[in-house]
């Protein structure tokens, strides 16, 4: 009787929490990101105020010199035109899918998915065979008589944006296709029936009512743009440098490796804030649908 009470008093913790001993589950995939991801993060942040010598000469040359300063000021125009211009194509791409027809969504919903299953590498040489001097875009201008000489549309500014709008309108697409598809559309059609115009319904009702939906889908869109780096790189030229890419070159080529991880630690915060401003305001469940 002595033993089976012992034991009894040993387990009686796990007899009263059930999930308490599960805990220890955790403990190999801890370790795991704890060695794969969180101490390579730290040696990367630590390397921004070691390299070359202790102290903040990184970070004050990254927010005083010309050449960084500018790289800054285009990632930041191109991340923010690109990230309103995806939303506001992914605004008409939810709803007119989410106010089509059954079959009609179906297409739709491919079509929105199936440019994830396409690398972004053939994605942005696709568009360069399709924006150059002789591509088919400036040979349908110039065939149809709107412009007589070629258009500059690759290697700037308006090839990168073309590209990132491309590729990141399904991702504000799909949180807008989740808050719109939530909505009762008998709301619009009372709104019609009372006399408002597509414009006043737009306006009053349907905006207002998807703006969490407007909101995640910006935070989520800017949080990826912040990142890119194939696109820029392809359909830039060398004439468009973002973050990314001049990070890339400080390791590869000038082996600057203190100022690179600077830039990564800036990029890294600017995405923690975003983030940590979807989920106070939106919520991730909300955001992903």
Not at 121 to 143: C, E, K, P
Request: net charge positive; hydrophobic share 55%; charged share 10%.
């Amino acid at each position: 009787m002595t033993a089976p009470a012992a034991a009894s008093g040993r387990w009686r913790w796990f007899a009263a929490d059930p999930n308490a001993g599960y805990g220890g589950f955790a403990v190999p995939a801890a370790c795991v990101i704890v060695g794969l991801y969180v101490l390579p993060l730290a040696s990367v942040l630590a390397l921004g105020f070691t390299d070359p010598q202790p102290g903040f000469g990184n970070y004050e040359r990254l927010f005083t010199a010309e050449g960084p300063l500018r790289v800054l000021a285009t990632t930041a125009r191109i991340c923010v035109i690109s990230t309103v211009l995806s939303v506001v194509l992914g605004y008409v791409v939810a709803y007119a899918t989410v106010s089509s027809s059954t079959g009609w969504r179906t297409v739709l919903l491919v079509a929105i998915l199936v440019p994830f299953w396409v690398s972004v590498l053939i994605r942005a040489f696709s568009w360069l065979v399709l924006l150059r001097d002789n591509g088919l875009v400036n040979q349908a201008l110039m065939g149809t008589g709107l412009v007589d000489a070629p258009v500059r549309l690759a290697r700037n500014e308006a090839g990168v944006l073309i590209g990132m709008v491309h590729y990141l309108v399904p991702y504000a697409a799909l949180p807008l296709i989740a808050t719109i598809r939530q909505i009762d559309m008998r709301v619009i059609a009372a709104a019609k029936s009372l006399g408002a115009s597509d414009a006043r319904t737009f306006w009053r009702i349907l905006l207002p009512m998807t703006m969490p939906g407007v909101f995640a889908a910006t935070i989520i869109v800017f949080v990826f743009s912040l990142g890119f780096f194939v696109t820029p790189a392809i359909l830039g030229g060398g004439r468009v440098i973002m973050v990314s890419e001049y990070v890339s070159v400080n390791v590869l080529q000038t082996l600057r490796w203190g100022f690179a991880a600077a830039q990564a630690t800036v990029l890294l915060v600017v995405t923690l804030i975003a983030v940590g401003v979807l989920a106070r305001t939106v919520g991730f469940r909300r955001a992903l649908g």
